[in-house]
């Protein structure tokens, strides 16, 4: 059964860091996109970073030079390192695969920032 879980969230402070995980199992994780989603409440579920199967990466811009996405096929595991939060991060992280005309998700993990 194909199956991503994500992990990793919890209560941080501002300018602290977190570091999801999105563990595969049952899939192709090697040919998978992997995208990290995040979605605040009442907002809509937003494209946050991006990996290819080469490693290529895409921020959006709102997360450029704080947050890392990356990936070790060997353990068919993606994350995505979190620096510098801020409150406005607030939200429930997805992890999600396409791979050709599949499409996964996670269940999602909530990240809270605040003082």
């Known amino acids: 059964q194909a199956q991503l879980v994500e992990s990793g969230g919890g209560l941080v402070q501002p300018g602290e860091t977190l570091r999801l995980s999105c563990a595969a199992s049952g899939i192709v994780f090697s040919g998978c996109v992997i995208t990290w989603y995040r979605q605040a409440p009442g907002n809509q579920r937003v494209l946050v970073a991006t990996?290819?199967?080469?490693?290529?990466?895409t921020y959006a811009d709102f997360v450029k030079g704080r947050f890392t996405i990356s990936r070790d096929n060997a353990k068919a595991t993606a994350y995505l390192q979190m620096n510098s939060l801020k409150p406005e991060d607030t939200a429930v992280y997805y992890c999600?695969?396409?791979?050709?005309?599949?499409?996964?998700w996670g269940q999602g993990t909530q990240v809270i920032v605040s003082s």
């Open positions: 999600n695969c396409k791979w050709g005309i599949r499409d996964y």
């Open positions: 990996i290819t199967p080469t490693k290529t990466t």
